[in-house]
């Protein structure tokens, strides 16, 4: 039971933003930075925002994300067939003393 | 360019103890700030963190899992193992283990390995 919560679903057509939201509280996201990960179908996952806003050399910047209180969001600007994929943000949470996932959103491209 | 590759056994019987073997390259865990950690997840669900060490083999665990889990280095041969014991079939999963470099990147893990898949069957 992961204390960072995403909707399941997400989708647009090609071209379209997507907003994705990861619910968690002062003891994580509050109070560290989140991280987002991209897992393709079948692959291991891949980093895609780092300290809360920062993308990785190659990740195009497209690919946003930002914090608000104890919430993040990651934001996919003209979406296109490649980003159909796992999304998860993570944290470190300061109560659990552990590094914690979110529960994913898929995203897909109608 | 660094890369990292999990190895051990595809199939434990429930009890048993699993030992996964992560063997990198193109970093070095003496180097200040770097970790390797280990993550894994069970068909169709969701990401879990394990453990992670440090190049000062400072150690963490995932605390619902810590009396279960043993993780330990090796530089010189450029492994890191993972020891999980009384494995039982919730803990089929593909385990992940994946590089961090806290000065540069936080606490994100960056590189990833491809997964080794576990099943836990008698």
């Known amino acids: 039971q992961s204390v960072l919560t995403q909707p399941p679903s997400a989708s647009g057509t090609p071209g379209q933003r997507v907003t994705i939201s990861c619910s968690g509280s002062s003891s994580n996201i509050g109070n560290n930075a989140v991280n987002w990960y991209q897992q393709l179908p079948g692959t291991a996952p891949k980093l895609l925002i780092y300290?809360?806003?920062q993308r990785p050399s190659g990740v195009p910047d497209r690919f946003s994300a930002s914090t608000s209180g104890a919430s993040a969001s990651l934001a996919i600007g003209g979406l296109q067939s490649e980003d159909e994929a796992d999304y998860y943000c993570a944290a470190w949470d300061d109560s659990l003393s552990g590094y914690v996932f979110g529960t994913g959103t898929k995203v897909t491209v109608l | 360019q660094i890369t990292l590759k999990e190895s051990g056994p595809t199939l434990v019987k429930p009890t048993q103890t699993l030992t996964l073997t992560c063997t990198f390259s193109?970093?070095?865990?003496?180097?200040?700030?770097?970790?390797v950690g280990w993550i894994r997840q069970p068909p169709g669900k969701a990401l879990e963190w394990l453990a992670v060490i440090y190049w000062n083999d400072d150690k963490r665990y995932n605390p619902s899992l810590k009396t279960r889990l043993s993780i330990t280095k090796d530089t010189s041969k450029k492994q890191v193992v993972l020891t999980m014991t009384n494995m039982d079939p919730v803990d089929t999963a593909t385990y992940y283990c994946?590089?961090?470099?806290?000065?540069?990147?936080?606490?994100?893990?960056?590189?990833w390995g491809h997964g080794t898949m576990v099943t836990v069957s008698s």
């Open positions: 994946a590089h961090r470099d806290i000065v540069v990147l936080g606490d994100a893990f960056d590189i």
């Open positions: 300290k809360s806003n």
């Open positions: 193109g970093f070095s865990l003496r180097t200040s700030a770097v970790g």
